[in-house]
């Protein structure tokens, strides 16, 4: 899924802190065992996540889209002593794994797994504000989950949206549907005057969002 030069995409990755060891199990087990390995985040992305939430210094992370964890853990890195990050996943399949390597990250008393569709789980978060918010889930309601959000975010607070260059297909000849929501996706987010933005080509594009 990178968009950038091999050659460049293999510098960038001898040239960034480590893969801590629980994160690299994480990444290999969900290579070996889970189907479209390929969607987890990984050890590039992950130091930007971990690097993002270090800087922000999160009480309160969400995140839309567990996957295997591995993104959960890099975000909660940054956590304060008393911070939590609850993450959405939609299939069951995967709690018991989810679970096991929040376990083996020693995060169990910082990340709340909730298991089940995103929407109305945002919808029950009422009494708080999150200083930063992943979308990393269906892509068809990125925009959905970025509405749905905005208002739950302290300002200062960041929302990042993984996927935005699609391949590169946005910013080609593509017509194709999903093609079609990521443009309209990154059109309306760049005249939104509620938010700063900038889209890093880092992996499949990571959209920056700054609550003003
Ligand atoms: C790209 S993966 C997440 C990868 C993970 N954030 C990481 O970087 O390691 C997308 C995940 O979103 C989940 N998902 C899809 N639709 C969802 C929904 N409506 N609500 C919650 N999770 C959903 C999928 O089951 C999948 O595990």
Redesign the pocket.
């Known amino acids: 899924m990178e968009i950038l030069d091999p050659k460049l995409q293999a510098y960038l990755e001898a040239h960034v802190d480590a893969e801590p060891e629980v994160l690299k199990n994480i990444n290999r087990e969900t290579h070996v065992k889970v189907l479209k390995a390929n969607?987890?985040?990984g050890h590039y992305?992950?130091r930007l996540l971990s690097m993002l939430s270090k800087m922000v210094q999160p009480e309160r992370i969400l995140?839309?889209?567990?996957?295997?964890?591995?993104?959960?853990i890099c975000l909660a890195e940054g956590l304060t002593e008393n911070g939590v990050l609850d993450t959405?996943?939609?299939?069951p399949e995967?709690e018991s794994m989810l679970r096991r390597n929040f376990e083996a990250a020693g995060m169990t008393d910082k990340i709340r797994l909730h298991i089940?569709?995103?929407?109305p789980k945002i919808l029950e978060f009422t009494e708080s504000l999150f200083n930063i918010v992943?979308i990393?889930?269906?892509k068809k309601?990125n925009l959905n989950y970025f509405e749905s959000v905005i208002d739950k975010v302290k300002p200062g607070g960041l929302i990042i949206i993984?996927?935005v260059l699609w391949k590169g297909k946005v910013y080609g000849d593509a017509k194709d549907a999903d093609t079609e929501l990521f443009r309209k996706l990154n059109d309306q987010i760049t005249v939104d005057t509620r938010v700063e933005k900038i889209i890093l080509p880092v992996r499949d594009g990571v959209l920056i969002i700054r609550k003003i």
């Open positions: 969607m987890l985040s992305q992950g995140e839309i889209g567990a996957f295997t964890g591995y993104s959960a959405i996943e939609v299939n995967m089940g569709d995103a929407m992943f990393d889930a269906d309601n993984d996927n």
